[in-house]
Structure formats: structure tokens, C-alpha cells
């Protein structure tokens, strides 16, 4: 294949959504696989919802994902600018060029008159049109709208008999649309600002774009802009419309499914090679029965005809699931990493972690005793807390374990602590063993209630390994308080 190149074209109207994102990564493989250029657009004509927080927020995004761009608005290119509101020479000049051509005509009508014909034809029952009276205006007529001070819109004029329009989608197949179903689109507004089926066709064209990879939303586009490089006597880029992704109760994926803006999910700890790695899943199978993928495998074996046409469901146990993977995969071989998203994840719950050496330690330690429960950054909150913070009582917990006469065996496990040597779970274990042999019980009738006491919870990670961690003094701490609270002292804060 010549030099590919694609893009990915997002309106800076909010932050960049999963299905965004995922349409991106489409672009982007397609691009690295055939080393090709993957160019990032910036389609913000419309400046009622454009902002550039938004702008800056998708860029940050992308980069946070990993997907680089060769050309783009921050870092230019030789068909910049890659902004469309910086482009508006380049709009201005095929709009007169259509007009020259006969391809496109100024439309006088007012909003009001536009919104009558389109009552009509619902009165009537019959689809709307445009009813195409600004077609044939004289000149005599257009200096008469001109002179009543109306500014025209730019329209399009579909020919008659034209063609049909053959699209050949390389994910759906082809599709073969009748001209004669279109209306004459406005592709000028009458304030100057270009329409997208316009603003896109042109930039599409003079940058070069060898294939336009997009959402089936703008499927319904398609035809439009056909037309439009039919007038402009552009050959059209090849196209691949990928289905659109749903919610568990497969229904389009929106708010009402849980979170949908990417950053969400890099702030609740997810890592970008996971999200990649799910994306593609999402899309096809590499293989029946694999499921874990590094980049350079999905660049190299990513083929846009395995892409089905069917929507995928938006699977958030599996995503979850495979991002265990790859955080156990991380800390093996890059640990630093998994403690940097970990202490970030804190930090934002109000749980900050020492910013020293011995901080660092601190929070290593307590990633290995939390261990394959750490699926997700979040999760060093959920089964870690209380290393970062007091413990919370569960008060179910506390009324099944913290009676009377767990009392002596607590305050019996606190004193072994504080008198044991090296502080190490072996000998915390063996303290554990020794009291409840003295007291002739169970080992059961202090584990328990000593999880509850130095925890809150009935669940969690393994009760030595978390004492060693803790440290003698906060154990012994919270051994003793919660000795004092089974004894029915009623004992808050130690
Ligand atoms: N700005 C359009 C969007 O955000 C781009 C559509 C396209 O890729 O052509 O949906």
C-alpha cells in the first residue's frame, strides 16, 4: 500500500469518551501497521461548544493512552494548520471554487421561511426537502435579497440524474446510495462558517487522508461528502465505518452504563496498555484463544477486514480483569510505576503517602500484601485503607467478633507484639499461635477478631504479612483499642 495516512478528527466539545478513543486507536493501528502517518484534527467550527480545555484534555488524554500523532495541532506538519477554525482561507477558497463550478449556490431563505417549508411537508406527510427555491435566482434576484440585507448560506446542488454513489466500506461492504436522496445541503453558513460535510471533505482532501476510519454515526454522512468530491473532481479517500460500542443492556454506551470519558478510568487506576489491549478485543479476535496482546502484536497482525460490523458490548470485569494482568505484569517489571499510580490514587482520596524514601517503602509494602487483589489503582483504597488512614469499623464486623472474651486474647496478642524481636511475620505468626495455645483455644477466636480490630473488616489481605507491614507500634495500637472495645469500654480512636 502507497503511504497511508489517517486521522482522527475529534470536536473539542467535551472529554474524549471511550468510543472516541477506541475509534482513534483504529486510525492509529491502521497507520503503524502500514507505516503510514496517523494525524490528529481538531474540527472545532463549531465555537458555541468548542473550548480549548477541551482541546488540551483530549491531547492529554491521547498521550496518557499512548497514541501519538505525526502531525497535529500542538505539533504542526507540512498540511497544517490542524485546527479548522485556523483554516478558514482554505474553506473560503473551495466554496467560491464550487460556486465557480455551478456546484454550489447562495440559498437566501430565511431560518423562519426554512422552518415553514419543512411544517409544510410534515403536515402533509412527506418527507422534507429542501425545496430548492434558491436554485435558479437570477442576478436581478440575488441583488434584490442583498439589498433587503440578507446574508446567504452556501448551498450544494446535488445533480439530477446524477450517478449513483458507490461506497465501498471496508468494514460493511459496499453501499450503493441514489443521489437522488439527498437534498441540496447547506455547506457554508451564512455567517462564513464552513459545515462539516464540507470543512471535512476539504480537509480530509488537502491533507492527504488515504483512509477516513470513523464511527458508523456518521455513516449517513458518507453520501454527503461523496458528493462533495465529486464536485470538487477529488477522488474520496477509501472508508471504514466501525460499529459503535453498547452498554450491557446493549444500548449505546452513555453515562447511564457508569463512567465514559477515558480519564475516568485513568483516574481510577487503570493502565493505558490494558485499555489498548481491551480496545482491540473489543474489536477482533487476534486469536481464539488469547487474550493478552502487547502493542506490537496488535500493530503488526491488525487487519481493518477482521473488524466486524457488529457492535461489542463494553465489558467492564473483563477489562478489569485483564487490567490485574497487567498489573502484576508492571510490577515485575516496572514496580516504581505501580507505586507512582498507587500513591496518586491516595493522594486524591485524602489518604497521602509520605513523600519520603521510607513512604515509598511503606506503600511497596502494602501493594505486595494486597497482592492479586490490586486489579485496579482504586483498589489499593478499597483493600488498603486503613495502612493510610484509622481504621474504619465495619459495625457488622465489629458486634460478630469484638465481644468480651476476645478481649484478653487481644490485649495478650498486643503485649507479644510489643515484646516480640525482630518484627517479622514468622514471629508474628508464632505470637499469634502462642497465645491462643496459653489460652487453650482456637487460633480462630483471635484471628478474627484481631483482623476487625487492626482492619475493620472481616476480609482482606493475610493478617501477618498486613502486621508486619503495619508496623509494631500502629499494631500494637489498634490490637489494644480494640481490645478495650470488645471488653465493651466503648473505646473510639486509640
Ligand atoms: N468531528 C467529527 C466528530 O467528532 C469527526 C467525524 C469524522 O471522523 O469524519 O464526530
Redesign the pocket.
Same mark, same amino acid.
Given at each position: 500500500m502507497g503511504s497511508v495516512r489517517t %486521522?482522527?478528527?475529534? *470536536?473539542p466539545?467535551g472529554y474524549l469518551h471511550v468510543g472516541?478513543a477506541w *475509534?482513534a486507536f483504529f486510525g492509529w493501528l491502521f497507520a503503524r501497521h502500514h507505516g503510514g502517518a496517523f494525524i490528529l %484534527?481538531i474540527?472545532d467550527t463549531d465555537r458555541s461548544r468548542s473550548t480549548q480545555a477541551y482541546e488540551a484534555a483530549i491531547l492529554e488524554d491521547f498521550r496518557w493512552l499512548g497514541l501519538r500523532w505525526d502531525e497535529g495541532p500542538d505539533v504542526g506538519g507540512p498540511v497544517g494548520p490542524y485546527r479548522q477554525t485556523e483554516r478558514a482561507p482554505l474553506y473560503a477558497r473551495y466554496a467560491q471554487e464550487l460556486v465557480a463550478r455551478g456546484a454550489a449556490y447562495p440559498c437566501y431563505c430565511t431560518p423562519q421561511e426554512l422552518d415553514a417549508e419543512r411544517k409544510a411537508a410534515e403536515a402533509a406527510r412527506r418527507p422534507h426537502r429542501y425545496s430548492g427555491r434558491c436554485r435558479a435566482l437570477t442576478d436581478a434576484q440575488r441583488a434584490a435579497f442583498e439589498a433587503e440585507g440578507r446574508r446567504p448560506s452556501l448551498r450544494v446542488r446535488v445533480a439530477e440524474g446524477a450517478e449513483p454513489i458507490v461506497i465501498d466500506d471496508l468494514i460493511r461492504g459496499r453501499v450503493v446510495f441514489d443521489p437522488e436522496h439527498l437534498d441540496d445541503y447547506i455547506i457554508v453558513r451564512s455567517d462564513g462558517t464552513p459545515l462539516?460535510n464540507f470543512a @471535512?471533505v476539504v480537509d480530509?482532501h488537502l491533507m492527504g487522508i488515504t483512509h477516513?476510519? %470513523?464511527?458508523s454515526?456518521?455513516l449517513s @454522512?458518507t453520501p454527503k461528502?461523496f458528493v462533495m468530491y465529486r464536485a470538487l473532481g477529488w477522488e474520496p479517500p477509501a472508508v471504514a465505518h466501525h460499529p459503535t460500542i453498547l452498554g450491557a443492556d446493549r444500548k449505546k454506551l452513555s453515562k447511564r452504563h457508569g463512567d465514559t470519558a477515558l480519564r475516568d478510568y485513568r483516574d481510577q487506576g487503570f493502565l493505558p496498555e490494558a485499555m489498548l489491549n481491551f480496545f482491540a478485543l473489543m474489536a477482533w479476535h487476534p486469536e481464539a484463544e488469547r487474550e493478552v496482546y502487547s502493542i506490537d502484536e496488535l500493530i503488526r497482525g491488525f487487519r481493518i477486514e477482521d473488524v466486524g460490523a457488529a457492535s461489542p458490548i463494553f465489558d467492564l470485569e473483563k477489562l478489569t480483569w485483564l487490567n490485574g494482568v497487567y498489573m502484576r505484569r508492571l510490577l515485575e517489571a516496572d514496580p516504581d510505576r505501580v507505586v507512582e499510580l498507587c500513591e496518586g490514587i491516595l493522594r486524591r482520596a485524602g489518604l497521602p503517602v509520605a513523600e519520603d524514601a521510607a513512604g515509598r517503602r511503606y506503600l511497596r509494602g502494602v501493594i505486595d500484601v494486597v497482592g492479586e487483589r490490586l486489579k485496579v489503582g482504586r483498589d489499593i483504597v478499597v483493600y488498603g485503607d486503613f495502612f493510610f488512614r484509622d481504621v474504619v469499623f465495619d459495625t457488622g464486623a465489629v458486634a460478630q467478633y469484638l465481644k468480651p472474651q476476645a478481649a484478653p486474647l487481644l490485649a495478650a496478642y498486643a503485649d507479644a507484639l510489643a515484646a516480640l524481636g525482630p518484627f517479622e511475620r514468622g514471629g508474628i505468626e508464632r505470637a499469634l499461635r502462642e497465645v491462643c495455645a496459653r489460652a487453650g483455644v482456637d487460633a480462630r477466636a483471635l484471628v478474627h477478631p484481631a483482623r476487625v480490630a487492626l482492619t475493620g473488616k472481616t476480609a482482606g489481605p493475610g493478617l501477618f504479612e498486613l502486621i508486619e507491614v503495619l508496623g509494631r507500634e500502629r499494631a500494637v495500637a489498634r490490637l489494644r483499642r480494640g481490645a478495650a472495645m470488645a471488653a465493651g469500654e466503648g473505646v473510639e480512636g486509640p
Open positions: %486521522r482522527y478528527a475529534p *470536536s466539545t472516541g *475509534s %484534527r474540527e462539516y @471535512n480530509d477516513v476510519i %470513523r464511527g454515526e456518521h @454522512n461528502q
